[in-house]
């Protein structure tokens, strides 16, 4: 076993590297773009959404308990359309200082129950390419596949979930890369 405090450099590393990498797909390589659509007629659909006063919040529509699903009315709606769910933010232009800090903290925390888990299972000394494959698995999971729930549940495109999986993959391999050349020998 191999202590939290022996895997501080490796979690405040990998944090550091998946910040930096994540700021390259999303500033340079910018594959994610085509992702995110403008709403037809934008600036009517804002001004019918002002009056509603929505507070910060998910919000799906058209809302339904189990017991409304039996209503034909309910049942029209959805044939109608629209379908889905709407992510209401504070109003006010993006705070993105705030937003880089929680991803950071975010990235320390994942790289903190990789540290863990990996440290758990893996002595000092351990080869490359062992530590690779456990912190790398550990990362994935974090980073990667908790992303495929929003294409089963939340109704976002396939290809935006495919590309979100893939940068959890290369956040994974950074981190296992960082794992393994900083595990204590």
Same mark, same amino acid.
């Given at each position: 076993m191999v202590p939290l405090t022996a895997l501080w450099l490796?979690?405040?590393?990998?944090?550091?590297?998946?910040?930096?990498?994540?700021?390259?797909? #999303?500033?340079?390589?910018?594959? #994610? $773009?085509?992702?995110? #659509?403008?709403?037809?007629?934008?600036? %009517?659909?804002?001004?019918? /959404?002002?009056?509603? $006063? /929505? %507070?910060?919040? /998910?919000?799906?529509?058209?809302?339904?308990? #189990?017991?409304?699903? %039996?209503? +034909?009315? /309910?049942?029209?709606?959805? %044939?109608?359309? +629209?379908?889905g769910l709407l992510t209401i933010r504070p109003s006010g232009p993006p705070v993105m200082p705030k937003f880089l800090v929680q991803w950071f903290i975010y990235c320390l925390v994942i790289g903190l129950f990789v540290a863990y888990l990996t440290g758990r299972t893996l002595a000092p000394g351990t080869h490359y390419l062992t530590v690779f494959r456990v912190a790398g698995t550990a990362a994935f999971l974090g980073y990667g596949l908790g992303h495929l729930s929003d294409g089963i549940w939340k109704g976002q495109t396939w290809s935006a979930t495919i590309k979100e999986v893939f940068d959890g993959l290369v956040y994974g391999l950074l981190t296992a890369g960082t794992f393994g050349w900083l595990w204590p020998r």
């Open positions: 490796p979690i405040l590393l990998s944090a550091v590297i998946i910040f930096v990498a994540s700021s390259i797909i #999303h500033m340079l390589l910018k594959y #994610h $773009n085509s992702d995110y #659509h403008q709403l037809p007629d934008e600036d %009517k659909v804002l001004a019918g /959404l002002r009056p509603a $006063n /929505l %507070k910060p919040g /998910l919000y799906v529509f058209p809302f339904c308990t #189990h017991k409304d699903m %039996k209503s +034909p009315a /309910l049942m029209e709606k959805f %044939k109608q359309g +629209p379908v």
